[in-house]
């Protein structure tokens, strides 16, 4: 008996480093998103969930971003120059430059060139030219598109069958889409015709879809001093101005969701949370054609790695899980977007969602094809030049500013932003 203690003591004993070298040897990893609500926190945990479990020696921990403004990249940013950022974490296209010219993020080129099966080709063209992008002319990769999404006006069914109005159809202009935020405000009470968000995205549909830009044409200076911008803002700003909006800087997706919203613009992040708290009949439309033609945006965001993580490989690998195409598809099945693949069943898996529901999915992809490339400005400071639009938009809207004197003056503002070292 002392004998066979003896040897358990021994291999007990032998034992003990091997166990204690796996437990150094796990590794854990945290990631984040900017989530729009509980639900798309729920579609990205699970997620996380589905590759920790077939992940042997990586431990995952996701953490759900607290703001959908760009509060969200600025505490990035501090978190990164601080040591307390995540090892692999979404931002928008617009902070690539910005995060990447800074040194934040890790050039990821030689790694994909050592993963078998990897190509940029499998993307859509347009965002991987933005995430190729040279800062000193060698061969670069700052991350991967996680999707790609575009506007559309949600609508609440029971407000438009209350005020007698059609539903919005493809083609419905401006006009068909002030008169329906009138006749639904005048149902009275806290009803209001029209909200969104006041970040560039909505704003700049106004401005784009009167004819004008945020740029000129090649991205190094400013587009607005036209007559088109004073038409945009001018429509946009009646609309605040008549009261047919929720107030400009109120967050419209609440007063929507307790049914109080007519039409509501947003990315196809905000379905998710729509499908799981509306309570009354809604669905989707293209945004209404401006007097330049059809208008959206093609957002897209990628995943990027810390530039100081302690795991660059895992990390790397962390990215292309998240972007692999069974992901992707699990994810545009559960509603949240549309997959950054141009390849495989991405499209018709989002196409296939919310069945039951009939959603007008196709609205989305329809404003993917006409969309304005969402731009991360690399010959120029995307942070400081939105920080100086969103002013002036807001100032257009409380009536301090009229949009001819926007127009007039923006340029002068941000065109010292676009200057290149």
Request: include cysteine; charge should be negative; glycine fraction near 12%.
């Amino acid at each position: 008996m002392f004998k066979r203690l003896l040897v358990l003591v021994i291999l007990a004993a032998l034992l003990l480093p091997v166990f204690a070298v796996n437990a150094q040897d796990e590794i854990t990893l945290r990631w984040r998103t900017r989530p729009d609500n509980q639900a798309e926190i729920d579609v990205y945990q699970a997620a996380s969930d589905e590759i920790d479990a077939a992940w042997d020696g990586v431990t995952l921990q996701y953490e759900p971003g607290g703001s959908e403004t760009a509060s969200y990249q600025d505490v990035l940013i501090t978190e990164l120059t601080g040591g307390t950022a995540p090892d692999v974490f979404w931002i928008p296209g617009t902070d690539v430059a910005r995060f990447a010219k800074l040194g934040l993020i890790l050039n990821l080129n030689d790694l994909a060139a050592q993963s078998e099966g990897f190509s940029k080709d499998d993307f859509y063209p347009q965002i991987m030219e933005h995430l190729s992008y040279s800062l000193d002319g060698s061969d670069t990769l700052w991350g991967l598109p996680r999707d790609a999404s575009a506007f559309a006006v949600y609508y609440n069914e029971d407000l438009f069958d209350e005020a007698g109005l059609d539903y919005p159809a493809e083609g419905w202009t401006w006009e068909d889409f002030r008169a329906a935020g009138e006749e639904i405000t005048a149902l009275g009470g806290d009803i209001k015709g029209f909200g969104m968000s006041n970040w560039w995205g909505p704003y700049g549909y106004f401005i784009n879809a009167a004819g004008s830009s945020f740029f000129n044409e090649d991205y190094t200076g400013c587009g607005l001093a036209n007559e088109n911008t004073v038409t945009g803002l001018d429509f946009m700003a009646s609309l605040y101005n008549d009261g047919l909006a929720v107030p400009y800087g109120e967050d419209p997706e609440p007063v929507f969701l307790a049914g109080n919203v007519g039409m509501f613009m947003n990315g196809r992040w905000a379905t998710p949370g729509v499908v799981a708290n509306a309570t009354f009949g809604w669905n989707v439309a293209e945004l209404p054609v401006g007097p330049g033609g059809p208008s959206n945006w093609l957002f897209w965001g990628a995943y990027v790695v810390n530039a100081n993580t302690e795991h660059p490989q895992e990390a790397w690998e962390l990215v292309m899980k998240l972007t692999s195409p069974e992901i992707q598809g699990k994810i545009a099945g559960l509603g949240a977007n549309i997959p950054s693949r141009v390849g495989g069943s991405g499209v018709d898996d989002f196409l296939a969602t919310f069945a039951d529901l009939e959603l007008n999915n196709q609205a989305f992809v329809n404003g993917l094809g006409y969309g304005v490339a969402e731009n991360p400005v690399w010959a120029g400071d995307w942070s400081s030049i939105g920080t100086a639009l969103d002013s002036g938009v807001a100032a257009v809207v409380a009536g301090d500013l009229s949009a001819q004197e926007f127009a007039d003056t923006i340029c002068a503002q941000v065109d010292p932003f676009f200057a290149t070292e």
